[in-house]
Each structure stands twice: as structure tokens, then as C-alpha cells.
């Protein structure tokens, strides 16, 4: 164990007099207008370094391992490939997914004749989609759902799905991260 | 050691110690419950044992069994840094235990605890009020036989609205109307401070009676945020708890989810492998960082000194895209799991880290030329908020906190989990305890963060992060998509849970504010059947009346923000 205790140092006592007031005025102004320039220098050259974003109209870009809201993956023939097994509704801790499955003449043929998220329960916690054996349920980058009702945070089957080409990023995350 | 407790305990107390046990070393006792107020004397008062800080007390409801309630103490001694679970039993129909409180004052909220929580009274506890859940409430929620779904009167369908809370109101405290010397001596004025306040970054009521502008007395009120986190954790699976754990303490949320896994694995009595501990300290520290630089920030912010805050939110967020990186989440981050992680360290991680860091210290660096040698902020937080180590520790604090009043007391050294014991770190310590060192003590911890975090990046083993047992830990998916057997345990996994042997294991691990310590009792069964977290807020804010007593007003501002009580974590 190479660990050792330390004894923070504490500053000199604060000298009092309006010679020294004035010089911590000045202490700080050093520091808030070297942020001021080198922001003003950047903004001149056009690589602004302001940290602030300006959301709506600039965003971010999320990391692949990024959880947003939870959706249906939809395979190229435009259905789902969740088979109603009911694990996601089994792991969820808030109970916030609903499914009642039905059979088709499909190759696959269970599927979930119903499938809502309320949106309003779901914590983002991402463990429906650890627990899907399917890669049928996963963690998108779509963070902007706000509703003008509470009925309106309960998303259905069909608002739900999402082509699989536009969940690339997130399935390579999982395939790396929650293989083992 | 843990033998030669209990043998201690045993010579003293032949006929009062009824059991003693350890488990996974754990040590513990069962004790008569009328005698438990000499053996609480006797453990603190031992030249050899000393047992001066009170963890936590809480109850377990063994419905079904005589005696049903079982009392439980976690006791720590700050001198020999060894641990002892104390346990009493008391029937349903008399429900009634002596106070430990003449030993150790910190026992005060958490005796109110388990009695809101589980009707339990304790006879010579000097004000045995409700502490998280009001007056009104009927039952007590912790209790088994206390339906999850029951609602209560004052809320949902029927609720008596409307129901004034004034002076009148039987929660309204009664403060003693003490005189204190040298001060004005006139009609007292009573403040309420919060719960909603923007001075208090929690929601927290104070209610003070002043003097002038000198608090004569003050009544801490938490509980606001209260949302039955244990309740909620004993009636689903072990894994379903993780996610909870992120929303104890939110600026820190990974350190959280570390210790309650540490104590599921605890129960099983295995390790998570070597890589995992790693990625595990590297990411602990990462969220060391994020909450120290939200408490210094936001203790400015309250000092009136904006600039300070916007560099430290500026600082968090550079922490946080690498806690982004790692779980996708910024605040809960849901990221450990019971004998592993959610994800191996995406590419490029150390890269980003090494980037990142620096541009976070360099912020700490503006910040505290900002604020160490400012006659304003110093004249805010010097010799503000003091009490002696020994009231401290006798309070349970812990902590940034406890180290700031010089108290060596860093679970990471002192009993050192994971791989602590193999990196290279200082504990900084304060000399005088007021806010000032408080202040320094999280400063200098946010360096050693950092240093931490290097030398884990460069020690970082290859290998499996997860368990390979498939009782404990999911199977990899691949393995899923093309196997049965992996494909059934995946079903079991998530329908069952894991399910640890029959036992009791306490677990304390150094959150940023302290020690953060899961009691979990399991029953054989996929769901924990009592699972306690010992929050570090807690215990902290506990002693912020007398900190406070006799200063004024302004005084408290620094006290509350350098206590940084997050409210998630203190109410549960």
C-alpha cells in the first residue's frame, strides 16, 4: 500500500486594507479576462472555444454507447423482430413496457400484437435491452420526446420502430460491449 | 480479528450475548435487546475495541418469526478500523428497545428511521419523531405486511387537500427556548429555510429561531426526496436495484452502483476478475470527480461568486463526456453489475481521458485562484462550521468531511476494496475542520482522483470483465443468439434473478461524501429480502444544527453547501 496521508495546505491569513481588496479584484479579473480573450481570440478566428452549446439549432454528437430512448429494431421487410418472449417486460424495474404477443404464418411467427413503452415510467436504465435475446430492443440516440399530455408519452408498436440501419452505431456497442 | 471481538464481547457479556456468527467476515452479535444500552457502553468505552462511530441502525422484519423485529447496529472504530454488526430481537406486541443514543449521539436520525419505518420505539430517544414520512402517514411502509400499492390519506383519490401546514401543524417542531450568552436576548424570530430554497442545493427544511441574526436553535427536516428506495429494491430482482442505486447519490452515481454490487458479490463470495476491478476504480473516481467539483462549484455559486460555478459545471461536463463514453448515461449511469461492468471500456477511452482530465484540472486550477484567496470567500468559510473530531465521528460523519477536521479515516486505506491497495495515492487531510478545510480537503481529493485514474489507465490488465459463472452473470449475447443452454440461462437470469446463498453481508465502500455502505440480507431467493443503504448525506447532515448553533444566519449557507447533502441519497 503506497498510500500516505497529506496535510492540505491552508493560505496565508487574508491581509485586510482596500490596497489588498483591490488586489484580489485584480486576481480575479486576471483570471475571468484571459478566459474573455481566449474565447473573443477564438470567436475572430472562427474556432469558436466557447463551451456553451446552442441548442436546438447546434448538437452534440452522442457516443456510441449512448442510451436514449428505448425502441423496436425493424428488419428490411418492415416488421419487427421482437418475438413477444417478454424478458424486456421481466427485467424492466418500472414496469413500463406492455406486450401481448400473437402468432402469424410468418417463418417467425410470434410477434407482439402489442408493444407500448410509457415513456413517462422509463428510467433509461437499458437493461430491457441486455435482457433481449433477440437484438430486437434497443437504447437509440432519440432523447427529444416530450409530450403536450401524458397519454401522448405512451408510444406505441408502430411509433416504436425504427430501421435497423438507423441503430447501426448502438447494435456494434452492444455486440462489443455485452459480448463475453 | 473479527474472532477476538467476539470472543471480547463474549467474556464481558456471558449471559446477554446470545449468538455470534461470522459471515463472509462479517462479524456479528446477538445480544439481549434490554441490555443493549450497557453493551453499546461497553463496545465504545473498550480500550481494545472502541467502537466510536455508529454506521447505521436499522431493522430487519422477519415476519413470521418470535420475536419478528430484528434491530441491527453497524459499528465502526475509527482507532483499530474494524467493523461489528450488533443484533437484537424484540416482539411484534412490544416493539420497544433502549436508546443507544447517551453513546452515540449519530444513533438519533437513524433510531427515527427505524422507527418510521418499522414502528419500532425506543425508550430514552429524546425526540422519537417521523423523520422521512409525516405524521399523517398510517403503518410503516418497511414493515412486510405493508402492501407496496396502499395509499395513504393525504395523497391520491379522496386525500384530505388543503390541509394547512402552519405553526399549528403537529409537525411543527418546538424548539427549546434557550438564551445564549452575550446575545441580544430578544424576542426570538423563527425562519424556514426550504425545502425549496435557492440556497440549498437539496431539498431541506431548516427551521431556525434567531436571535438578531444568531441561530439560537435550528431543526433539521430531510425527507422530502423520500421515494421508498428499499422498499423498491426488496421487491425486485438483485440486478433491477442497480438502476436504483444510480439515483441515490446523482453526481456521483457509479460509486453507488460499485458498492451495492461489491455486496451482492459479497453474498456469492466471489471477485469481479482483475480487469473489472480496474475499469471499476477508474470509473468510481471518475465520479469522485464530478461530484467534488459540483460541490465546490455550487458552494460558490451560493457565495454569490458565479464565475467559479460556471468553470467547475464547465469542468463536470468534460468528467462527464467520459462518463458518457463509458455507459451512455451522464448522470445515472447504470454502469456496474453484479460480477462485471455493462461494457468494456469503449476504444479509445484512455485517449479521451487523458485529453479530458487535464482541461478539467486546468478549470480547478482558475477556480481556485478565484476563490482560495478571496477575503470574501474566505471570510465566508474560516472558522465556519466547526465541531471537535470527536463529536464528528460520535455523528457517523465520514467523508471529506471527517478528514478536514484531521480524522485518517479513508476506507480506501483503511480497509482498502478492489484495487486500491495496489495504486499510489495521498489522503489529504485539514488541520482545523471548519469549511475552509472542507473546501481544501475536496480540492486536493479531485488531484488524487486524477492521479488514480492515470496510473489505473496505465496498470489496466487485459482479460475478461465479466464473472464467467452464468448463476451470477448474464451470458455474453452471441452466446445467446446461437446456443440453447445460453439462451435458457438468459431466461432464468432475467426471470429469477441471481440468487445469492442465504446470509447477511455489509459492505462499506468510500463514496465522494463517505462511506456508503449496503446491508443486505438474502433468503435464498432472487429478491434481496432486506436491502439498507447507509448513505454518507445522511449521517452528514445530521450534525449540521450544531454546527451551526450559535452562529449566524449567513453561516450557514457554507456549512449546508460543504456538508453537500444530495437529497437523493439522504432521503432514499
Known amino acids: 500500500m503506497a498510500t500516505r ?155 416504436l420502430l425504427v430501421p435497423v440501419s438507423k441503430l447501426e452505431k448502438r447494435l456494434q456497442h452492444m455486440r462489443r460491449g455485452y459480448d463475453r | 480479528m473479527s474472532d477476538a471481538i467476539l470472543d471480547r464481547l463474549q467474556q464481558r457479556f456471558p449471559d446477554d450475548v446470545l449468538a455470534v456468527d461470522t459471515y463472509r467476515g462479517d462479524a456479528s452479535a446477538s445480544v439481549r435487546a434490554e441490555r443493549i444500552l450497557d453493551v453499546a457502553r461497553f463496545l465504545k468505552d473498550d480500550p481494545g475495541l472502541r467502537f466510536d462511530m455508529p454506521i447505521d441502525v436499522t431493522a430487519v422484519d422477519y415476519i413470521g418469526q418470535q420475536p419478528r423485529f430484528e434491530i441491527v447496529y453497524h459499528l465502526y472504530s475509527t482507532t483499530h478500523h474494524h467493523r461489528l454488526r450488533l443484533k437484537t430481537r424484540v416482539p411484534q406486541d412490544n416493539a420497544t428497545v433502549p436508546s443507544v443514543t447517551p453513546v452515540w449521539v449519530g444513533a438519533n436520525w437513524l433510531e427515527r428511521e427505524t422507527w418510521d419505518m418499522y414502528g419500532i420505539r425506543f425508550t430514552g430517544h429524546p425526540d422519537l419523531r417521523r423523520i422521512y414520512l409525516y405524521e399523517e402517514f398510517e403503518g410503516h411502509p418497511l414493515r412486510k405486511d405493508y402492501p407496496k400499492e396502499k395509499r395513504q390519506p393525504l395523497i391520491g383519490p379522496g386525500s384530505r387537500r388543503g390541509a394547512s401546514v402552519g405553526d399549528e401543524h403537529p409537525y411543527a417542531v418546538d424548539l427549546p427556548q434557550t438564551k445564549v450568552e452575550g446575545m441580544l436576548g430578544s424576542e426570538l424570530m423563527r425562519v424556514q429555510l426550504g425545502p425549496s430554497h435557492p440556497a440549498t442545493h437539496g431539498t431541506v427544511r431548516i427551521v431556525a429561531d434567531l436571535d438578531g441574526e444568531t441561530i439560537v436553535n435550528a431543526d433539521v427536516q430531510v425527507g422530502y426526496l423520500h421515494r421508498g428506495f428499499e422498499k423498491e429494491c426488496e421487491s425486485g430482482f438483485y440486478y433491477q436495484a442497480i438502476p436504483y442505486t444510480d439515483r441515490l447519490n446523482y453526481s456521483s452515481a457509479i460509486l453507488c452502483n460499485t458498492g451495492y454490487c461489491l455486496a451482492v458479490e459479497k453474498l456469492f463470495g466471489i471477485e469481479a476478475p482483475p480487469r473489472c476491478q480496474f475499469i471499476r476504480v477508474i470509473a468510481g473516481e471518475i465520479a469522485r470527480m464530478a461530484d467534488h467539483f459540483l460541490c465546490v462549484g455550487a458552494t460558490a455559486l451560493e457565495l454569490n461568486a458565479f464565475t467559479p460555478f460556471l468553470y467547475a459545471l464547465q469542468a463536470r461536463e468534460l468528467i462527464w463526456d467520459l462518463v458518457d463514453a463509458l455507459c451512455g448515461g451522464r448522470v445515472t449511469s447504470n454502469y456496474i453489475r453484479i460480477g462485471g461492468v455493462s461494457a468494456d471500456l469503449p476504444a479509445g477511452f484512455a485517449d479521451l481521458a487523458r485529453a479530458n482530465i487535464p482541461k478539467a484540472l486546468a478549470q480547478l486550477d482558475d477556480m481556485e485562484r478565484l476563490l482560495t484567496e478571496n477575503p470574501i470567500f474566505r471570510a465566508r468559510m474560516e472558522g465556519v462550521g466547526m465541531l471537535p473530531a470527536s463529536e464528528l465521528i460520535a ?178
Open chain 1, 5 to 159: 496521508t497529506v496535510s492540505v495546505r491552508r493560505p496565508p491569513p487574508v491581509r485586510h486594507g482596500w490596497l489588498h481588496s483591490a488586489g484580489a479584484i485584480l486576481v480575479g479579473l486576471r483570471v475571468t479576462s484571459r478566459h474573455f480573450f481566449r474565447n473573443l481570440w477564438g470567436f475572430i478566428r472562427r474556432k469558436p472555444t466557447v463551451f456553451t452549446v446552442q441548442y436546438p439549432e447546434q448538437r452534440l454528437e452522442f457516443p456510441n454507447a449512448f442510451r436514449g430512448m428505448p425502441v423496436l429494431v425493424q428488419m428490411d421487410n418492415g416488421k419487427e423482430r421482437c418475438v413477444a418472449c417478454g424478458l424486456c417486460e421481466w427485467a424492466c424495474p418500472t414496469d413500463c413496457i406492455t406486450i401481448f404477443p400473437a402468432e402469424t404464418e410468418d417463418e417467425i411467427e410470434r410477434y407482439p400484437a402489442v408493444f407500448d413503452i410509457n415513456m413517462s415510467r422509463c428510467m433509461y436504465c437499458g437493461l430491457c435491452e441486455e435482457a433481449c435475446p433477440e437484438e430486437a430492443i434497443v437504447m437509440s440516440q432519440n432523447v427529444e420526446i416530450a409530450a403536450f399530455s401524458r397519454r401522448g408519452t405512451l408510444w406505441h408498436k408502430q411509433d
Open chain 2, 395 to 572: 455523528y457517523g460523519v465520514c467523508g471529506p468531511l471527517l478528514r478536514a477536521a484531521g480524522v485518517d479515516l479513508d476506507l480506501r486505506r483503511a480497509q482498502p476494496y478492489l484495487v486500491y491497495d495496489q495504486v499510489d495515492f495521498d489522503v489529504p487531510l485539514g488541520s482545523r475542520g471548519d469549511n475552509l478545510d472542507r473546501y481544501l480537503v475536496r480540492v486536493a481529493e479531485l488531484r488524487q482522483s486524477a492521479r488514480i485514474i492515470e496510473q489505473c489507465l496505465r496498470m489496466l490488465p487485459d482479460g475478461p470483465v465479466d464473472s464467467d459463472d452464468p448463476a451470477i452473470r448474464w451470458p455474453g449475447k452471441s452466446r445467446v443468439f446461437g446456443r440453447m443452454e445460453e439462451l435458457i440461462d438468459q431466461f432464468k437470469q432475467v426471470t429469477e434473478g441471481c440468487k445469492p446463498p442465504p446470509g447477511e453481508v455489509y459492505v462499506g465502500t468510500e463514496s465522494a461524501n463517505g462511506e456508503i455502505g449496503y446491508f443486505l440480507v438474502s433468503d435464498g431467493t432472487g429478491k434481496p429480502y432486506k436491502c439498507r443503504a447507509r448513505t454518507p448525506s445522511f449521517s452528514n447532515t445530521q450534525p449540521l444544527a450544531a454546527m451551526i448553533k450559535g452562529r449566524l444566519l449567513a453561516d450557514l449557507v457554507p456549512t449546508f453547501d460543504m456538508i453537500n447533502m444530495i437529497g437523493g441519497e439522504c432521503d432514499r
